[in-house]
């Protein structure tokens, strides 16, 4: 009989158990209900988008720098009656080209100066090699054009385009770099 009281003991307890469960999960579904009433969800509204107003374009009297009229006033410009700055131009596209003005003048360097049957020699370094440069000589990829060789210096008349984009003189030059491998 004892034996029998260990089996019925657990199975009385878990009968007992499920019976108190049943009646507290009437109470807490009660309670949820409750509380689901009570929560109001609190949602700030969303404003309202603001309307994208143009603004007027103030530029209307400058010409569209894209427009047909401003093209043939460039061509017009270029292809019409030469003024000073084609003049300077124009024998500059017409003769052939020498080697040294295709490279910028910044990567080339003076390193020194000759005599040579009493003309002035300048010598430039450029990419590792050695050019002897002569009065005359162009120089760069602005049109330079030495106009003077000193022991310390090249000087040299460029064409290049201004901000307006008509082409000017401009002088420049190389000084004689010292310390150089």
Same mark, same amino acid.
């Given at each position: 009989?004892?034996?029998?009281?260990?089996?019925?003991?657990?199975? %009385?307890?878990?009968?007992?158990?499920?019976? *108190?469960?049943?009646?507290?999960?009437?109470?807490?579904? @009660?309670?949820?209900? /409750?509380?689901?009433?009570?929560?109001?969800?609190?949602?700030?509204?969303?404003?309202?988008?603001?309307?994208?107003?143009?603004? !007027?374009?103030?530029?209307? *009297?400058? !010409?569209?720098?894209?427009?047909?009229?401003?093209?043939? @006033?460039?061509?017009?410009?270029?292809?019409?009656?030469?003024?000073?700055?084609?003049?300077?131009?124009?024998?500059?596209?017409?003769?052939?080209?020498? !080697?040294?003005?295709?490279?910028?003048?910044?990567?080339?360097?003076?390193?020194?100066?000759?005599?040579?049957?009493?003309?002035?020699? !300048?010598?430039?370094?450029?990419?590792?090699?050695?050019?002897?440069?002569?009065?005359?000589?162009?120089?760069? @990829?602005?049109?330079?054009?030495?106009?003077?060789?000193?022991?310390?210096?090249?000087?040299?008349?460029?064409?290049? @385009?201004? %901000?307006?984009? /008509?082409?000017?003189?401009?002088?420049?030059?190389?000084?004689?770099? /010292?310390?150089?491998?």
């Amino acid at each position: 009989m004892s034996r029998a009281l260990h089996i019925l003991a657990p199975a %009385a307890v878990l009968i007992g158990v499920l019976t *108190g469960c049943a009646s507290s999960d009437d109470d807490l579904r @009660q309670w949820m209900d /409750e509380r689901r009433r009570a929560a109001t969800p609190k949602v700030t509204p969303v404003s309202e988008p603001t309307r994208y107003t143009p603004l !007027a374009y103030a530029g209307g *009297g400058v !010409a569209d720098a894209f427009s047909s009229e401003r093209l043939t @006033q460039v061509l017009r410009r270029e292809t019409g009656p030469q003024g000073t700055g084609m003049a300077l131009l124009t024998p500059e596209l017409n003769r052939r080209k020498e !080697a040294l003005e295709a490279y910028p003048l910044d990567v080339m360097s003076m390193v020194g100066s000759l005599d040579k049957a009493g003309q002035k020699v !300048a010598l430039l370094r450029v990419d590792k090699l050695l050019y002897q440069v002569r009065q005359g000589n162009y120089l760069g @990829q602005n049109y330079g054009r030495v106009t003077q060789i000193t022991e310390r210096e090249i000087t040299l008349r460029e064409i290049v @385009q201004d %901000a307006a984009g /008509e082409w000017i003189e401009r002088s420049s030059m190389l000084q004689l770099q /010292e310390n150089t491998k």
